[in-house]
């Protein structure tokens, strides 16, 4: 069981990084099939933290402070609180918001591509603040925090930095709650530096295919797959 879920999170790393989302979208569904809620998100803050670390350290010239600033703070704040909710929700509810927002998320990316939404202070604070609770709550808000952020227009370099250091500082704040809330067993420590080679060759790999695949045929499939999964942890969860 553990090969195959090392074997998917590698996948997830080479189709988020070809499709151009972030890999915890896809990864946090798989994770759901080996483990329960709890135990899921953090392995996959895990699994981010290792990820984002490395496109910080690749782009870290190109980080806009102000940005950081106005989105991070929100984001930490909330990713904070979303973290000890988790405790109090059950693990059904907690598919449920995750199943409706990946929904939300593959509609809209495939009806709207394009999508963002103006770069306000306002608008930014209030992203910041959602992307956050929501990464902290269901371990998924880099979706949300790329559609205000891409608003922005950045060059690449500074768009890859100034979310990556959101994302890490949103990771490193929720990941202390998940392991005091004991949510990370000693027994699966052994899967850490597993996550670590595995988020490094994943992405290595996904750079690599890039150019060689039709990548927006690509990432509508890889929406279209999200939308399904979505509905499977909606009809989970509501009992008919």
Same mark, same amino acid.
């Given at each position: 069981?553990? +090969?195959?879920?090392?074997? *998917?999170?590698?996948? +997830?790393?080479? @189709? ?32 981010? @933290? ?7 350290? $690749? ?17 930490? +704040? ?5 973290? *000890? ?51 902290? $709550? ?5 979706? &949300? ?19 990556? +250091? ?12 998940? &392991? ?26 996904? =750079? =690599? ?15 279209? &797959?999200?939308?399904?999964?979505? &509905? ?9």
């Amino acid at each position: 069981m553990t +090969a195959l879920f090392l074997l *998917l999170a590698l996948l +997830a790393e080479i @189709i988020g990084t070809i499709a151009g989302f972030g890999s915890s979208t896809i990864l946090l569904p798989i994770a759901l099939l080996f483990f329960d809620f709890p135990l899921a998100l953090s392995l996959v803050a895990i699994f981010h @933290i290792f990820g984002n670390l490395g496109r910080l350290t $690749l782009f870290r010239h190109g980080l806009n402070r102000t940005i950081f600033l106005h989105f991070g703070i929100p984001s930490i +704040a909330l990713a904070a609180l979303g973290a *000890l909710l988790v405790t109090h929700t059950p693990n059904q509810t907690l598919k449920l918001i995750l199943g409706l927002f990946l929904f939300a998320f593959s509609a809209t990316s495939l009806a709207r591509p394009n999508f963002s939404l103006k770069p306000t202070v306002q608008n930014t604070l209030i992203g910041g603040a959602l992307s956050g609770f929501l990464a902290g $709550l269901i371990g998924t808000g880099g979706a &949300l925090r790329g559609a205000f952020l891409t608003a922005y227009r950045t060059k690449k370099e500074t768009y890859l930095a100034t979310t990556a +250091a959101i994302a890490l500082a949103v990771d490193l704040t929720r990941l202390p709650i998940y &392991l005091s809330e004991g949510f990370l067993a000693p027994a699966h420590y052994f899967l850490i530096p597993f996550l670590f080679i595995t988020a490094l060759l994943g992405a290595f790999i996904g =750079k =690599k295919a890039v150019t060689r695949l039709p990548q927006e045929t690509f990432r509508k499939t890889v929406l279209v &797959l999200i939308a399904l999964i979505a &509905l499977k942890f909606i009809t989970d969860a509501i009992p008919f």
